[in-house]
C-alpha cells in the first residue's frame, strides 16, 4: 500500500473523530455569527478653534493648549457619573450592573485625536451601539456634555484667575495702607530730626552758636566795665555823674544789633533763622533798655551819697542778668538742636527701610493691578465665548446600516478553525497510538516476515449501527450547540458580553 493510501485510510478510520470535532466549532462559531445582535456605529469630529480676539490685542488667562484641552475633555467626559447618566437615559445595558455599564460605554467608545505642527486639532469619537438611535443619541451626549465641559473648565479657570488677584490687590492694598500709616507716624514721632529739614537745623545751629559766642563777649564785657568802675571807686573815691556817663552797654548793644538787623535784611528774608533770631535780641534789649531808662530816672530823683555808684552796679548786674538769661535760652536751643541733628542719620535709616518696604509693595501693588486687569480682560472672553473652544466640525448622524459583526468572517473563521482542530485530533490520535498496522511495522518491531495480512470486515448490520449512531451524534450536535449558544446569549449574558470578558481576562493573563 502507498503511503498515500495509507495515510488517507486512516484518516477515514478517524473521520468520525475529525467530523465531531469540526461539526461542533463549526456549529459554533455559525450560531454565535447568527445569534450576535447588530451593532451600528455613529462618529462625530470636533476641532479647536483659535481665540477671536488676537492674543496681542487681549489675551485669555486660560493658556492650556488645544491638544492638552481635547485630552482634560475626553478624560473627563470618560468619568463613572457621566457615564452612568447616559448609560441609564439611553438604556445601553437595561439589566447589567452600573460596572458592567460603565465598562461597556468606555469599550464602546473610541477617541482618537490628531495633531501636529501647522496642523488643527480634531477629535474624533465614535460609538457602537445595538441600535442607530442609541449610538447617534450616545454620541450627542458626548457631544453637549463636551461643550459644557470645555466652557466650564475655561470659565471656571479663568474665574479662579481673576478672584485671586482680586484678593491678592485687596491684600497687598491693606498692606500698602498700613506701610504708609508706619511711614506717617514715623515722620510725626520725630518730625523735628528728619534728614529733609538737616540743612535748615544745621543751619540754626550755626546761628545759635554766633549768638552764643556774642552773648559771651557781651557778659565778659559788661563784667569787665563793672570791675573797672569799682576799681576807680575804691582808688579815687570819686565817679562821675550820669549825665557824662556815656551810653550803657545794653544801648550799645542795641545799637549793634539793629545796625546787623538793617544788613542782614538786603541779604535775607523774614523766614530766615538769623532775622528771627537777631529780632528776637533786639526786642529783648530794647526791653532791657527801657527797664534802665526807668530805673535811672527814679534813682535820679533820689540819689544821695553813693547813689550813682549803686546805680550803675545795679546797670550793669542788670545787663549781666539779662544776657545770661538770654544765654540759657540760646544754649537749649543750640541743645535741642544739636540732639536731633545727631538723632537724624539713625532717623534716616529707619526712614529709608520703611521707605524701601513700602515702595516693594508698591510695585507688587501695582503689578497685581494690571494683572487684575488683564485677568478680567480674560475672564470676559471666556464668559462671552470669544476665547479658545472646542467647536463641531461633523455632527453625530444616525446609521441606517449595521457596522457589524462580519458574520460571515465569524463563520468561515470558525470552520476553518474546526477542520484545523479535527484534523489535529486526527493526527494527535495516531501519534498516541503505538499498535502494529502494517507489514512493515511487524518487520520492525517483531523482525518477521509475515506471509500475508487480512483486513476486519464489518457485518452489515456493525456497519448500518456505526452509521446509525454516528448520524445521530452529528444531529445532536447540529441541533444542541445552536439551541446552547441560544439559550447562553438569551437566559444568561450576551455573547457580545461574554467575548468582551473573555478578551479583558487573556490581556490580564498577558
Not at 55 to 63: Q, Y
Not at 113 to 140: C, D, P
Not at 219 to 227: A, C, D, K, N, V
Amino acid at each position: 500500500m502507498s503511503p498515500a493510501r495509507y495515510y488517507f485510510s486512516i484518516f477515514m478510520r478517524r473521520f468520525p473523530y475529525f467530523l465531531i470535532v469540526a461539526t461542533i466549532v463549526s456549529a459554533i462559531s455559525i450560531s454565535i455569527a447568527m445569534t450576535l445582535p447588530p451593532t451600528y456605529v455613529s462618529q462625530m469630529r470636533l476641532i479647536v478653534e483659535s481665540p477671536r480676539i488676537a492674543g496681542n490685542l487681549a489675551a485669555s488667562t486660560v493658556t492650556t493648549t488645544p491638544f492638552e484641552q481635547l485630552q482634560i475633555v475626553e478624560q473627563r467626559l470618560l468619568t463613572r457619573p457621566v457615564l452612568l447618566d447616559i448609560a441609564r437615559k439611553f438604556e445601553v445595558l437595561p439589566d447589567a450592573t452600573p460596572d458592567q455599564m460603565v465598562t461597556e460605554l468606555r469599550i464602546k467608545t473610541n477617541t482618537r485625536i490628531s495633531s501636529g505642527r501647522g496642523q488643527a486639532n480634531l477629535m474624533t469619537i465614535t460609538f457602537e451601539g445595538r441600535s442607530g438611535k442609541i449610538a447617534a443619541g450616545v454620541l450627542n451626549e458626548y457631544l453637549t456634555e463636551i461643550l459644557k465641559l470645555d466652557v466650564s473648565y475655561r470659565k471656571e479657570r479663568a474665574s479662579d484667575t481673576l478672584e485671586f488677584f482680586e484678593q491678592e490687590v485687596d491684600r497687598l492694598g491693606a498692606e500698602l495702607d498700613r506701610r504708609s500709616s508706619r511711614i506717617l507716624e514715623f515722620q510725626n514721632e520725630n518730625s523735628g530730626a528728619l534728614p529733609a529739614s538737616l540743612q535748615f537745623r544745621m543751619a540754626q545751629q550755626g546761628a545759635l552758636q554766633t549768638s552764643l559766642q556774642q552773648t559771651d563777649q557781651q557778659i565778659f564785657s559788661l563784667q569787665t566795665q563793672r570791675e573797672k568802675l569799682l576799681e576807680h571807686y575804691n582808688t579815687t573815691g570819686q565817679i562821675g555823674t550820669v549825665g557824662q556817663q556815656p551810653q550803657t552797654q545794653a544801648q550799645q548793644q542795641l545799637r549793634q544789633l539793629r545796625n546787623q538787623l538793617d544788613n542782614k535784611l538786603g541779604v535775607y528774608s523774614e523766614s530766615s533763622p538769623q532775622i528771627k533770631l537777631l529780632r528776637a535780641q533786639v526786642a529783648r534789649l530794647e526791653e532791657v533798655v527801657a527797664t534802665e531808662q526807668a530805673s535811672n530816672t527814679t534813682a535820679s530823683s533820689a540819689q544821695t551819697g553813693n547813689s550813682t555808684l549803686d546805680l550803675q552796679l545795679a546797670q550793669f548786674d542788670s545787663q549781666i542778668a539779662a544776657l545770661e538769661d538770654q544765654r540759657a535760652v540760646t544754649e537749649e536751643s543750640l541743645n535741642k538742636v544739636t540732639l536731633t541733628i545727631d538723632q537724624t542719620p539713625a532717623n534716616a535709616i529707619t526712614l529709608a527701610e520703611l521707605q524701601r518696604d513700602h515702595t516693594n509693595i508698591q510695585n507688587q501693588y501695582n503689578t497685581a493691578v494690571a494683572r487684575l486687569a488683564s485677568a478680567s480682560t480674560g475672564e470676559r472672553i471666556e464668559v462671552t465665548s470669544q476665547g479658545q473652544r472646542i467647536s463641531v466640525v461633523e455632527h453625530p448622524s444616525e446609521p441606517t446600516t449595521p457596522t457589524g459583526p462580519n458574520r460571515l468572517s465569524i463563520a468561515g473563521g470558525g470552520t476553518a478553525a474546526g477542520i484545523l482542530m479535527g484534523l489535529g485530533l486526527v493526527v494527535l490520535l495516531e501519534l498516541l497510538n503505538r499498535a502494529a498496522r502494517r507489514p512493515e511495522d511487524l518487520i520492525k518491531k517483531l523482525d518477521v516476515w509475515p506471509i500475508a495480512t487480512i483486513p476486519y470486515v464489518r457485518s452489515p448490520g456493525e456497519v448500518a449501527t456505526q452509521r446509525l449512531v454516528w448520524t445521530m451524534v452529528i444531529l445532536a450536535i447540529l441541533v444542541g450547540v445552536p439551541a446552547s449558544v441560544w439559550a447562553v446569549h438569551t437566559y444568561y449574558l450576551p455573547l457580545d458580553l461574554i467575548a468582551e470578558k473573555v478578551i479583558d481576562k487573556l490581556e490580564v493573563y498577558w
